[in-house]
């Protein structure tokens, strides 16, 4: 049974990737590719570093055993450090830029596309508690977890990059050293996963109660209820519904 569970929250895990990435790639075709370009080449300069400061050690080496007064070498080396982090700054306020024009356009998305299917409803589908909480979810969620998604799969687009080109170098000096490193991500990689599906169920278990709260306390600050809530001084009772709901 624990299993089959396991098994199940890892598909339902696939199924909201998979339709995330749908709704990314519709939202905008090219804003998505360039993004996942951008992110690829951000993981260059990383690796380009670290074959500089490679060459940088083994220079201040030689100075120190072979009393080597080459200076100008490691002076050139540090300037091209200096520069690799120029072009990724460069390449990281590009990215953002890109992003953030690109938050907008998923947002417009899902927008567009809650409106029509709110416009597409029959008048009995209003009674209906869960399509609500959907939607209320869709609303006030989708745009920050898509873009979320997209997030993580540029972290890990850029990670895997860096990881690939500091596997190469290292393998250069000890295979054991990629063998011991590889190894220690599997347990840290499991728990995430495991993590973030209990979130996930947590988050989805909690939402209709979150909902009403949220309807309470907007039905409180609203201009327009101040004057009726104060007639019938039923304010703080409200407020004690809010305190149980988030107490629990």
Same mark, same amino acid.
């Given at each position: 049974m624990k299993k089959y569970n396991n098994f199940r929250h890892f598909s339902n895990y696939v199924a909201i990737i998979k339709t995330t990435l749908s709704v990314l790639f519709a939202s905008s075709k090219k804003y998505f590719i360039l993004i996942l370009v951008l992110s690829s080449v951000m993981a260059l300069p990383d690796i380009i570093n670290l074959i500089v400061?490679?060459?940088?050690?083994?220079? +201040? %080496?030689? =100075? =120190?055993?072979?009393?080597n007064r080459d200076y100008i070498s490691i002076i050139y080396l540090f300037f091209l450090h200096f520069i690799i982090v120029l072009i990724k700054l460069i390449?990281?306020?590009?990215?953002?830029? @890109?992003? %953030?024009?690109? !938050?907008? =356009? @998923?947002?417009?998305? +899902? !927008?567009n596309r809650t409106i029509e299917i709110i416009d597409s409803m029959e008048m009995q589908d209003i009674e209906d508690r869960r399509l609500h909480n959907d939607i209320q979810?869709?609303?006030?969620?989708?745009? @920050?977890?898509?873009i979320g998604i997209l997030n993580n799969i540029v972290e890990i687009i850029i990670n895997m990059s860096l990881f690939v080109g500091t596997i190469s170098i290292l393998a250069s000096y000890q295979?054991?050293? @990629?063998?011991?490193?590889? =190894?220690? +991500?599997?347990?840290? !990689? +499991?728990?995430?996963l495991k993590s973030m599906s209990k979130l996930f169920e947590v988050y989805d278990k909690r939402y209709e109660k979150t909902r009403y709260y949220s309807s309470l306390k907007d039905m409180i600050v609203t201009y327009e209820n101040f004057k009726e809530m104060k007639l019938f001084s039923n304010i703080s009772f409200i407020q004690n519904i809010i305190n149980n709901i988030l107490n629990k």
């Open positions: 400061w490679q060459h940088i050690i083994d220079q +201040i %080496g030689s =100075l =120190l055993i072979n009393d390449i990281n306020k590009n990215t953002n830029y @890109v992003k %953030g024009i690109y !938050t907008v =356009l @998923v947002d417009k998305y +899902i !927008t979810k869709t609303n006030d969620e989708s745009t @920050v977890r898509s295979v054991s050293i @990629v063998i011991i490193i590889i =190894l220690s +991500i599997i347990p840290s !990689t +499991i728990i995430n």
